[in-house]
């Protein structure tokens, strides 16, 4: 093995660690309400939808949103798998189970981010988060059915869970003869796992709290 071949195999094995420490940090300075800390982890050129682009909108943004709707939260990451676009951007997805202290009641959540990380000046950002929610409820009331997005004072809406893959509809879509064998597709080629599953489908839009 050369040395640049390594090199390269190091490179990414450390960028892989510090993709995932992004993703704890993103929980613990959350939930912990230090909102330096938590606007840090994403590009300095962060997009904030309308409220304008920078640091300073995104934590404008998060201050709002977690003095009008939360006292507490706890965010427990799950699953995290990043894919690399060239050295230094990468795609991942990160699972995510939630607790939300919210006025009388408290809420549970179970959710995934579709991210986008970029490497800039050596350092791995978040280059966007888009949240897809699969469901939020009381914790004493189990979302079953329809519209699983349950949140106190408002009407119960469908969240974008399952909309990033195909695979989804697909699946209760079809009706296999269960007297033949199933074909099976190729394997996802390397680094291409979530491209595949993706299937070349539009993000979701995403409803805001």
Same mark, same amino acid.
């Given at each position: ?65 977690? $003095? +009008?709707?939360?006292? !507490? %939260?706890? @965010? ?7 894919? #690399? ?68 004072? $408002? +009407?119960?809406?469908? !969240? %974008?869970? @399952? ?7 697909? #699946? ?38």
């Amino acid at each position: 093995m050369s040395d640049a071949s390594l090199a390269a195999r190091l490179d990414r094995l450390e960028s892989i660690e510090a993709i995932r420490q992004l993703a704890g940090k993103y929980s613990l300075s959350l939930d912990m309400r230090d909102l330096d800390a938590h606007v840090n982890l994403f590009a300095p050129d962060i997009r904030v939808g309308r409220r304008g682009t920078g640091r300073a909108a995104l934590k404008a943004w998060v201050d709002e949103t977690l $003095r +009008e709707q939360f006292t !507490g %939260t706890s @965010h427990h990451v799950g699953q995290h798998i990043i894919e #690399f676009v060239d050295p230094d951007q990468a795609v991942g997805v990160v699972y995510s189970k939630n607790e939300h202290e919210t006025g009388p009641e408290w809420v549970i959540m179970q959710m995934l981010y579709w991210d986008d990380y970029a490497r800039i000046d050596g350092q791995w950002y978040f280059r966007r988060r888009l949240p897809c929610y699969w469901y939020a409820t009381d914790l004493n009331k189990p979302p079953i059915g329809e519209r699983k997005m349950r949140w106190p004072g $408002r +009407e119960p809406y469908a !969240g %974008t869970f @399952h909309e990033l893959f195909p695979s989804w509809q697909a #699946f209760w879509a079809q009706r296999p003869d269960k007297d033949a064998l199933p074909e099976v597709a190729p394997p996802a080629p390397a680094e291409a796992f979530l491209a595949t599953l993706r299937q070349g489908a539009p993000d979701p839009k995403i409803r805001v709290r």
